[in-house]
T-cell receptor
Framework: GAGVSQSPRYKVAKRGQDVALRCDPI?????LFWYQQALGQGPEFLTY????????KSGLPSDRFFAERPEGSVSTLKIQRTQQEDSAVYLC???FGQGGSPLHFGNGTRLTVT | GQQLNQSPQSMFIQEGEDVSMNCTSS?????WLWYKQEPGEGPVLLIA?????ELTSNGRLTAQFGITRKDSFLNISASIPSDVGIYFC??????????????FGQGTTLQVKP
């Protein structure tokens, strides 16, 4: 497709379950970002990939969060042993190059932990 | 946490009115961007600013990169009902490694009364 695609759109998990969220960036985009957006807040940075290399993971809130992009295209954000405070919209964004290239966002995955 | 202060938090205006919102920070930014987000969707880029003092228009939207590099404003002229949504400022901090990593403001919710 022409834009960033995320799946699933909605995910409900019981506390303690593991979840995996997928992002298909725009074809050819080198940079890929994951953001977390709590209700009523702006997106907050989680992690950044340049091709397959994870260059910045300073925003990941705990070691329960793990992201990968093994072939430099599709990325997966995994959350282990989900907690209620993990409930949020998880946004993926990609850009063609490095700094200065605008980010293009997907529509996000809304995660609800019960 | 967030390093951008965005105001106002919300606005309820009459169709046809002009709108102004702004972002300030104590930190210096290399890039300022303005995004619009509608329910269930990811943020969509409206305007990107790359130089201090830069003034850029996109249709009825005008944005400026503050001369101190610590602030930006967005103006919307002659508002219409489809302008409804949440507007976010976002910036790339100086010294953040030129990765394109963005920090977002808290958002301004705009409602337009026909």
């Amino acid at each position: 497709g022409a834009g960033v695609s995320q799946s699933p759109r909605y995910k409900v998990a019981k506390r303690g379950q593991d979840v995996a969220l997928r992002c298909d960036p725009i074809s050819g985009h080198v940079s890929l970002f994951w953001y977390q957006q709590a209700l009523g807040q702006g997106p907050e940075f989680l992690t950044y990939f340049q091709n397959e290399a994870q260059l910045d993971k300073s925003g990941l809130p705990s070691d329960r969060f793990f992201a990968e992009r093994p072939e430099g295209s599709v990325s997966t954000l995994k959350i282990q042993r989900t907690q209620q405070e993990d409930s949020a919209v998880y946004l993926c964004a990609s850009s063609f190059g490095q700094g200065g290239s605008p980010l293009h966002f997907g529509n996000g995955t809304r995660l609800t932990v019960t | 946490g967030q390093q951008l202060n965005q105001s106002p938090q919300s606005m309820f205006i009459q169709e046809g009115e002009d709108v102004s919102m702004n972002c300030t920070s104590s930190s210096i930014f290399n890039t300022w961007l303005w995004y619009k987000q509608e329910p269930g969707e990811g943020p969509v880029l409206l305007i990107a600013l790359y130089k201090a003092g830069e003034l850029t228009s996109n249709g009825r939207l005008t944005a400026q990169f503050g001369i101190t590099r610590k602030d930006s404003f967005l103006n919307i002229s002659a508002s219409i009902p489809s302008d409804v949504g949440i507007y976010f400022c976002a910036g790339q901090l100086r010294g953040s490694g030129n990765t394109g990593k963005l920090i977002f403001g808290q958002g301004t919710t705009l409602q337009v009364k026909p």
